[in-house]
């Protein structure tokens, strides 16, 4: 009773002592009642008792009142699964399908509080929530989605901050398919769609559909809530289009569309504050997006025949005759199939590493120069395949790689990035796909026909959706009749599901009927596939989206978070931290404020105007490769590892570092996107800043050239709109310097401009890339070889 009385509060256990306590007293009674009664009448003890008075002593022996108990013992008992084809309960340490288990257990305390905790990827213990027992003491708790992981999950009577201090636990083996996507457009009518940028300048990510029955060019405008832009008719049906950045250099992401199913002509459509609106005929084919093939900072554009195609380079003003022509690639390079909505060419990024962005074909993967692309200077493939496209860096080598469906054989490929030029050569084997040459990578493949690619199949790089700093590829079936033999238009007589394949390092086949942890499944009941889209975040999370297109239903979007893996271990709004440890950190729509504290952190800041304040150890993992433990032997994402990477997302945003930074070399730092289009979900390391701020109290050195302005800041006119530039604005205080490594391609104007009051001088680079600096007078500048 000293507890009790100590503290107020009477657990099951304190019960259940004084329950005992009462049971021996009543055996000890019962035994001195019997003592009494053998007793002669007239017997006395030592102290002249007789035994009637030792009687009424042994009257009074009876047990204390037992409080009722204040404090619960809760148990887990199990979880029950109503997902899928096994439905049912399951115990610790089982595996399930559904996502949103409901956690069964019991209370010793009716109608009392549960509360329900878990280990999150970076070994944290947090709180799930709450639930209220019933007046029999059963409770339920059903999760928000939980990510495909196992998962530790506890409960316990009273706040705890530790899972030693829980009563109770469970381990759930979740792998389950993405949850329902939101529906958006017209039924049918917008079969094909395509990664554009932000096209309206709103702060969102946009997406770019055409559609074949309305001859109509439109896109779904990003925001808190999604709109169509607005049925822009352009006489024929639309089969085909590709955001291709900014070819006008007007601050505004463009979009070509592709008329007629194969050799009807080109429009492009410029973005700008009402969205897409004046429209200029780009020659006659399928469109597709280039990227900035010949290193001027304006992106270009690509019109593709049925077997050559032409490269048409971005201007400002507003006239694009210039070309590389004749170029050994078109739609039909992996057969005829020109009805598809899938990409046949796109840029990539930096697939070499020589600072051009290059582009993949169904025929090859030809590389950029300061001459732009031609026929010689390329990747070849042993043959054709049915679509490509640009992947991001799936394995961290910081190269840029390709992702390419050869639906023929039913197989799909991601080919790594590198400086090996040799042929690649892919398997003829139908199911059994593998890849040789080149720099390697890995096939995925599979025997079970459901899900092997078909002719009208496509891929597309997505971003980083699970969180890990890799980027990850979507492949659909779409045409595969159910037995691997391609079909056009057919869903949903046939079901086949697509999947996301997550980034990874090595070059072992994944087979999508196992894919297990390695993905995850997008049923065929949520999204046929007959186009996709990713590499875009339309609602400003800093999460990265997918967007699905159906041939004869209403197109899905996936919008990021647990559904598609990710897992911010921190997540926020206004200011966020993180702390010593990697940490997956998540900003919002607004303008944040985000600091790293140490570790290799992924940090995605969404939209809004982010301010991302890193320190010196984070700095050290941004130019290391992928990492599995924190300094202190810890693992990082359960030992799955991260790569360390920053992401402003849109709007202006500013890296800026603590006081213990004393130098920021950029040029330790890989260039993985240079060339590629602006896009609130970037592929590069340090992706979509526009604004260095050396204020941290100490003399800060910042050492760059200029594909690292280009590479960081994919946008033109930042901050100085009268130049179409690809700028980078530096903030310091005295003692703080910037190191410019290609001395010689820079040219300090004799004139300055002034941001938010304070004075900067304007060096533009003397080469045809499209960088510019505007750095704070009080900072010192300096050229080295």
Known sequence: ?????????????????????????????????????????????????????????????????????????????????????????????????????????????????????????????????????????????????????????????????????????????VEGVTTPPTSVAAKGEYWSATTVGDINGDGYDDIGMGSWIGNKADAILGGKNLTLAGNNYIGSAVWHQAGVGDVNGDGYNDVLFGNGETGGPAHLYTGGPNGLTSKTNIGNGIAAAAGDVNGDGIVDMIVMGATSSNVYYGSTNGSYTNKSGSLSFGYNSGGNVAWGAQQYAAGVGDFNGDGYNDVVTTNGIY?????????????????????????????????????????????????????????????????????????????????????????????????????????????????????????????????????????KAGSDTVDPSTLGKKGIIVPNNQADGSSSVGMVDVNGDGLADIYVNSYNTSGKLFYGGSSLGAEPTVQGS?????????????????????????????????????????????????????QTANADGSPINEGKGRLARIDGGNGHNTLAFDSDVTEVDLTKIDNVGTGFMKTAVGMSRIANIDHIDLTNGVATKLVLEAKDVLDMNPGLRSYDKSSATHQLMISGEGGDTVTIKDVGNWNKTSTTTIVNGETYDIYTSTSTNGAQLLVETDVHVEFVG
Not at 391 to 405: E, Q
Not at 409 to 435: D, E, M, P, Q, R
Not at 599 to 620: C, E, K, M, Q, W
């Open 1 to 173: 009773m000293a507890k009790a009385n100590k503290d107020g509060v009477i657990s099951q256990q304190e019960a259940d002592e004084l329950k005992a306590l009462n049971a021996k007293a009543a055996e000890t009674k019962a035994a001195a009642d019997e003592a009494v009664k053998a007793l002669p009448a007239d017997a006395k003890d030592a102290e002249g008792n007789t035994p009637a008075k030792l009687q009424a002593r042994v009257d009074v022996l009876d047990g204390i009142t037992v409080p009722a108990v204040t404090e619960a013992k809760v148990t887990i008992v199990n979880y029950a699964d109503d997902y899928g084809s096994q439905t049912g309960t399951g115990g610790t340490n089982t595996k399930t399908d559904d996502n949103t288990p409901t956690i069964k257990g019991t209370t010793t305390l009716p109608s009392s509080t549960v509360h329900l905790y878990e280990i999150n990827l970076d070994g944290a213990f947090v709180k799930l929530g709450s639930t209220t027992a019933d007046s029999s003491g059963n409770w339920s708790y059903t999760p928000d989605w939980l990510t495909n992981r196992e998962h530790k999950i506890y409960a316990s009577s009273t706040e705890i901050t530790s899972k030693e201090d829980a009563q109770s636990s469970i381990v759930i083996d």
């Open 367 to 503: 590389f950029g120069s300061a001459t732009g692309l031609n026929n010689s200077n390329k990747i070849s493939f042993n043959h054709g395949v049915t679509s490509a496209n640009a992947a991001g860096d799936v394995n961290g080598d910081g190269y840029a790689d390709v992702v390419v469906v050869d639906g023929k054989y039913g197989n799909s490929y991601v080919l790594f990035g590198g400086k090996n030029a040799s042929t690649v050569s892919f398997s003829t084997s139908k199911g059994n796909g593998s890849v040789s040459g080149a720099n390697g990578g890995f096939a995925i493949s599979t025997t079970k026909g459901s899900l092997q690619t078909a002719d009208y199949s496509n891929a597309v790089g997505v971003g980083d959706v699970n969180g890990d700093g890799l980027a990850d590829v979507l492949i659909t079936t779409y045409g595969n009749t159910g037995n691997g033999v391609s079909a056009r238009g057919q869903y949903p007589k046939y079901k086949t599901d697509s999947y996301i394949v997550y980034g």
């Open 574 to 626: 206004g200011e966020v931290r993180g702390n010593a440890h990697s940490n997956f950190i998540a900003g919002s729509q607004d303008n944040d404020t985000i600091y790293g504290e140490g570790g290799a952190d992924i940090i995605y800041a969404g939209s809004g105007d982010d301010r991302i304040v890193l320190n010196a150890n984070n700095l050290h993992y941004l130019s290391e490769g992928f």
